[in-house]
Antibody
Framework: QVQLQESGPGLVKPSETLSLTCSIS????????WSWIRQPPGKGLEWIGY???????NYNPSLKSRVTMSVDTSKSQFSLKLSSVTAADTAVYYC?????????WGQGILVTVSS | EIVLTQSPGTLSLSPGERATLSCRAS????????LAWYQQKPGQAPRLLIY???SRATGIPDRFSGSGSGTDFTLTISRLEPEDFAVYYC????????FGQGTKLEIK
C-alpha cells in the first residue's frame, strides 16, 4: 500500500526558506517521479514541480527561481525548499507520486508564512 | 503554459441527476490526451478520477466518465450520489503541468 506523509514546520517567517519532507512507504522511491502541489486556503491547486532520484527536476516557471527539490533514497524521502517566502506562499502543501497524473497523495500540511 | 478554464464555477444539482463539467484548454493538449480529473472534498487531498482524458483510475465507479480531446474535455457523472458533491479539478500533465480553477458541485 503506497503511503506518503508530509512533515516540516507549520510556521515560517517572511523572507525565510520553507522546507518540507515527504516520506514514502509501500513503493521504491527510485521507481517513480515525485511531485509537490500546493493549495492556498480556499483556493485551487497549483503545481510546484517534480523530482526524480536521478536528479531530474521540473519546476513551475513562476516559482522556479525559488524552488529546489531533491530525493534521499536512503531514507525514502524527497524534499521541497522554497526560498524568500511571503504571505502568498501560505498554503496546504501536498506531496504526490508521479510526474503526470498523481494517483497517490499525502494528506497535506498547512504552512503559514507570518512573522 | 497551458491555461485550463473550468465551467461552470458552481453546479447545483440533486442526487440522481446527471452532471456535466467542462474543462477548456488555451491550446491543444498533446495527442496523448494528457488530461486528468480529480475530486476534492473539504479537508482531504484530491482523489484521481480520470487520466488520459477517459481512463478511470483504480476503484473509481463507472458512473464517472471522461471524454474530449484537443482543447475541450468533459467529466460526466451519470447519476449523482450524495458522496459526489465536492470540488472537481482538471489537470493538464504535459511538460509544464497546470490545474483548472475548479468546479464546485453542490446539492440543490
Amino acid at each position: 500500500q503506497v503511503q506518503l506523509q508530509e512533515s516540516g514546520p507549520g510556521l515560517v517567517k517572511p523572507s525565510e526558506t520553507l522546507s518540507l519532507t515527504c516520506s514514502i512507504s509501500g513503493v521504491s522511491i527510485s521507481s517513480f517521479y515525485w511531485s509537490w502541489i500546493r493549495q492556498p486556503p480556499g483556493k485551487g491547486l497549483e503545481w510546484i514541480g517534480y523530482v526524480h532520484y536521478s536528479g531530474i527536476t521540473n519546476y513551475n516557471p513562476s516559482l522556479k527561481s525559488r524552488v529546489t527539490m531533491s530525493v534521499d533514497t536512503s531514507k525514502s524521502q524527497f524534499s521541497l525548499k522554497l526560498s524568500s517566502v511571503t504571505a502568498a506562499d501560505t498554503a496546504v502543501y501536498y506531496c504526490a507520486r508521479g510526474n503526470g497524473y498523481n494517483h497517490y497523495w499525502g494528506q497535506g500540511i498547512l504552512v503559514t508564512v507570518s512573522s | 503554459e497551458i491555461v485550463l478554464t473550468q465551467s461552470p464555477g458552481t453546479l447545483s444539482l440533486s442526487p440522481g441527476e446527471r452532471a456535466t463539467l467542462s474543462c477548456r484548454a488555451s491550446q491543444s493538449v498533446s495527442s496523448s490526451s494528457s488530461l486528468a480529473w480529480y475530486q476534492q472534498k473539504p479537508g482531504q487531498a484530491p482523489r484521481l478520477l480520470i487520466y488520459g482524458a477517459s481512463s478511470r483510475a483504480t476503484g473509481i465507479p463507472d458512473r464517472f466518465s471522461g471524454s474530449g480531446s484537443g482543447t475541450d474535455f468533459t467529466l460526466t457523472i451519470s447519476r449523482l450520489e450524495p458522496e459526489d458533491f465536492a470540488v472537481y479539478y482538471c489537470q493538464h500533465y504535459g511538460s509544464s503541468p497546470s490545474f483548472g480553477q475548479g468546479t464546485k458541485l453542490e446539492i440543490k
